[in-house]
Structure formats: C-alpha cells, structure tokens
C-alpha cells in the first residue's frame, strides 16, 4: 500500500505525506502532514488569544488599581512630604 485517505481532508495521498507513528494504520498518523500543520497552527493562535484575553481580563479586575485611586494616592503623598517639609525636622 503506497496511499492512503487523511482523515481530515478526506483526499486520497502518498504514505510520504503523513507522518510516521507507529499504532497508526499502515504505521502513519490518520491526518496528512498539511491538516497536522493547519490544525496545529489554528490551537496556537487560539491559545495566544486565550492568555491574551487573560491577561486583560486579569489587569483589568485585580493587578492594576484605578487612575482615580492612583492620583489620591499622590495627592496624600505631596501632602504629607509638604508637612514634613514644614516641620523642618531634617
């Protein structure tokens, strides 16, 4: 047997196009080398797209606190160096 049919293109190719494993029928993965690779690609862009969406999701509920929050945080800190600075302590 020289060919067989990929199971995901459903196209009748040369064993050469589908990569060797061993349990596979005539020792070949069921899906050719071009589906593998189309497949493999597509769950890469769906994982990046995934940790992307995370990592939004994630800075923008926990890590990251408000401007509003942030520009109090500013004003307290000038006033206190201003009182300190007015104490004259140094």
């Known amino acids: 047997m020289t060919s067989k049919v990929c199971s995901g293109c459903r196209i009748m190719k040369g064993l050469q196009k589908f990569h060797v494993q061993a349990r596979g029928l005539h020792g070949r993965e069921s899906r050719c080398k071009e589906c593998v690779g189309m497949r493999k690609g597509r769950r890469q862009g769906q994982q990046r797209r995934r940790r992307s969406d995370d990592y939004i999701f994630k800075s923008d509920t926990v890590g990251l606190p408000s401007p509003e929050s942030l520009q109090d945080?500013?004003?307290?800190?000038?006033?206190?160096?201003?009182?300190?600075?007015?104490?004259?302590?140094?």
């Open 73 to 90: 945080v500013a004003f307290s800190m000038a006033e206190t160096l201003k009182g300190v600075l007015d104490d004259e302590k140094f």
